[in-house]
């Protein structure tokens, strides 16, 4: 079994910046793809960046691009998120997934674990 579990979401104004957190225990084989996705208010889930495995590619979201990073620390099992230069259209929950399809990385439905999720808000 899998287990994901996010921190680090807030309040933030615009401009300012976060970084979240995801500790990923239990088994940790075959969970690449993986990465973020986010959903906010009466929208679909969407992805936000993804590697298809470690020190390989890395897909960010053009809404985020150049703003947003992903890092790891592999012997603590730790991915973050470092967000930078925040907007009010980040606002929504943010989610760490893992175990998607290599064919499919962006598909959030190809993913077979999630957290459960930490809340972003961004104030203008």
């Known amino acids: 079994q899998v287990q994901l579990v996010e921190s680090g979401g807030g309040l933030v104004q615009a401009g300012g910046s976060l970084r979240l957190s995801c500790a990923v225990s239990?088994?940790?084989?075959?969970?690449?793809?993986m990465g973020w996705f986010r959903q906010a208010p009466g929208k679909e889930r969407e992805f936000v960046v993804v590697?298809?495995?470690?020190?390989?590619?890395?897909y960010y979201a053009d809404s985020v691009k150049g703003r947003f990073t992903i890092s790891r620390d592999n012997l603590k099992n730790m991915v973050y998120l470092q967000m930078n230069s925040l907007k009010p259209e980040d606002t929504a929950v943010y989610y760490c997934?893992?175990?998607?399809?290599?064919?499919?990385?962006?598909?959030?439905?190809?993913?077979?674990?999630w957290g459960q999720g930490t809340q972003v808000t961004v104030s203008s």
């Open positions: 997934a893992a175990g998607g399809s290599p064919q499919r990385p962006y598909s959030s439905g190809e993913y077979h674990y």
């Open positions: 239990g088994r940790t084989s075959r969970l690449y793809p």
């Open positions: 590697e298809s495995w470690s020190g390989g590619n890395t």
